[in-house]
């Protein structure tokens, strides 16, 4: 249980980090109207220009607005993966130091979004927008929730791969010396 402290501190800053600057967000942006995105006036704080922007979008659904037609099932599953999560770090006696790291950024990002989903009618507070166009779409807008989950599980996929046992080399046998 004491390993557990890290985890409970990182998910902790994470879902910190994540409220406040939603909180942030739905005191200073106005939030988008509609489907399209209106990136002028009172829609867009520009933070590195041309390239990185803050705008308020609503998502009620999950990464790219998949499933946004279940927004209470896909709250409801969403629990489900973190009390998981939270169980595999309580209780799993071979987390390792970055296991714990990328369970924490995890369980803090997945908590961070359903707590909007219980505070925003099932939508999640979305705000980051990168100003790079592809085939004329942007990409989808996302928050700090969004972006611990994807290092937490790049990083837990890295640990996964240095946990696998690697083969011993084979033991050459050297001949008897001769003895004279």
């Not at 994470?14 to 739905?26: P, R, S």
């Not at 595999?88 to 997945?110: M, V």
Request: with cysteine.
């Amino acid at each position: 249980m004491r390993k557990s402290i890290g985890f409970f501190v990182i998910a902790m800053v994470v879902f910190a980090l994540d409220q406040i600057t939603k909180h942030w967000v739905l005191n200073n942006i106005t939030v988008q109207p509609g489907a399209g995105l209106y990136l002028e006036g009172d829609y867009l704080r520009p933070i590195i220009p041309h390239l990185l922007g803050f705008i308020h979008t609503r998502n009620d659904g999950a990464a790219f607005s998949l499933f946004n037609t279940y927004p209470v099932v896909l709250t409801a599953v969403a629990g489900v993966l973190a009390l998981g999560v939270l169980a595999w770090a309580i209780f799993s006696p071979e987390n390792t130091r970055l296991t714990r790291i990328a369970l924490g950024l995890i369980f803090g990002g997945a908590v961070g979004n359903i707590a909007d989903r219980f505070l925003h009618d099932f939508q999640v507070v979305d705000f980051i927008l990168v100003l790079i166009t592809v085939n004329g779409r942007y990409w989808p807008t996302f928050n700090v929730a969004d972006i611990a989950i994807c290092v937490g599980i790049g990083l837990f996929l890295i640990a996964a791969y240095w946990a696998i046992p690697k083969p011993e080399p084979p033991i050459e046998e050297t001949p008897p010396a001769e003895s004279e």
